[in-house]
């Protein structure tokens, strides 16, 4: 029985670590992409316009997870990230949104900000710096660096300061990202990870080409009529930037820089250009090639991710010509980058994987015109109304805190000072949210710490609770309702998109890989973005992140 016992282990234990594609070296080089709100099917809604060396080929010669979804609330940019790479949840990892309420500082903090480091590479001094350090978990990008003794490199870049930071885990050589608040717009890091940029940076910097790239105009790839994936160029449904009375091409960065010129912004137009992403292109190209990434025995990583979608997708939404355009030039882009890998690296000798923090629903306007169910919560008003409830059930005071997305933070002082417990004020609080209109599921706190969901929604919130950062309340809305910043805007009057529910639209992503150990296929199945950590432990033979809840992706391995 015994021998049977071992034979069985073995055999489970062989199909953990077979690659598919199992040679006798591993990669030289890992590239994780991150396209920041890249909904799964904009694969297939330009695809007839994608050139062959882009999407197409990431389709062709890739495994495309056609099923890939993000199994948290919220679905945003910085747990987005954060999960991806430490193969867990918010609920593990502390990242629960782009920011949370800090209930020792009494204030709303940014996931990556850090009084404690200084930017670098400005040329601007500027005292506030960021890092990784509200990040409870490693990620695998640490655990390659320890796995190699810290030999292996680990460069991350982005437009967006957390697009870089999360990535490259506790011990990345460097992140850098975009400085629009100083002109001329240089990449920079952090004292976190360095006294000073270097000279490559330095070097590329001095060529100032985001100020060149802003001098540019941009206008549509073809003839504007060939956009026929899109709504009409002029609609509705979109912000109008720089001064320009209508949503339309061409934009002339040059004319509309001048407008932000004296507010200091001018630079942050660079986040709503195809060039942006051209300009995050060329320069993951010079850091391959400056910081010699894949040319020694170890394995480098080089996470790279593209921000300028989310910023033109909130502009101006999934149904415009712009993000159309944006697709079809971002597919240039990664050709180029592509290239740049077969040329350096070499052609097999690399893994890439392409993903999305999160998808966005499509312009909740657009919908309505279009005889679909769409709401915008009214989460201070919703706030408002829990105070009045509070207030007739106990006492006239002030219950609520402040509310940050989906958390409802309520005031513990006023709780203390009524005798009353907060976990029974959290389920009084959740169960009158529930009553109100649009709210599809409210939870306590307590609940989320004291329940085990299995599925649903209900598990969907729990994966993205973190007790010590996320409200006394979770809330999250009937599907087509949107949270909107502007408590007087009615769903007609939306421009662009939003994302951060547990819904399809915000969940549902793109996930392919390429390269060293893939093999050619698709699958249906559903699998997570957490999934993707775990993966690349097993094809990179490390160690797996600490709180990994993701699982291997099955289909690049098997029995031996």
Known sequence: MRKLFYILLFSVTGFTFKSIAQTDTKPKLVVGIVVDQMRADYLYKYQSRYGEDGFKRLLREGFNFKNANVNYIPSETAPGHASIYTGTTPAYHGIIGNSWYDRETKSIIENVSDTDEQLVGSVTENPYGASSKKMISSTITDALKEASN??????????????????????ADAAYWHDWESSPGYFVSSTYYMKKVPNWVKKFNRKEKSDTYLNETWNTLYPIDTYIASAPDDNPFEHSIGGKTSPTFPYN?????????????????LWISPKGNTLLTEFAITALREEKLGMDDETDFL??????????????????????????????????????????????????????????????SFLKENGVHTAIA?????????????????????????????NLYLNK????????????????AANFLMTLPEVSVALSADDLKTKVYEDGMRKTIQNGYYAKRSGDVIVTYTPGTIIHPNPNITVERVKGTVHGSGYSYDTHVPLIWMGKGIPIGEAVR????????????MILNLQMPGSVQGAPLKEFFREN
Do not use: C
Not at 254 to 261: C, D, G, I, S
Not at 382 to 389: S, V
Not at 527 to 537: C, F, G, S, Y
């Open 413 to 428: 002082t006023t709780i203390d000072q009524n005798n009353l417990t907060m976990s029974v004020v959290q389920k009084e």
């Open 150 to 171: 810290f030999k292996a490199k680990v460069i991350s870049i982005s437009i967006k300061d957390r697009g870089a930071i999360l990535p490259g885990g506790k011990t």
């Open 253 to 269: 960065f040059k004319a509309m820089r001048e407008k932000y010129k004296a507010k200091g912004t001018e630079f942050q137009l």
């Open 303 to 364: 996470n790279i991710s593209y921000s300028v979608p989310d910023v033109v997708g909130h502009t101006f939404g999934p149904q415009s010509v712009e993000m159309e355009d944006l697709y079809l030039r971002l597919d240039k882009d990664l050709a180029v980058l592509f290239n740049a890998l077969d040329t350096n690296i070499g052609k097999g000798n690399y893994t890439l994987f392409l993903t999305a923090d999160h998808g966005a629903i499509q312009n909740v």
């Open 526 to 537: 559903k699998v997570h973005t957490i999934d993707i950590a775990p993966t690349l432990a």
């Open 378 to 406: 009214r989460t201070t008003g919703d706030a408002r109304r829990l105070e009045a409830f509070l207030d007739d059930t106990y006492a006239d005071a002030s219950w609520v805190t402040t509310v940050n997305g989906n």
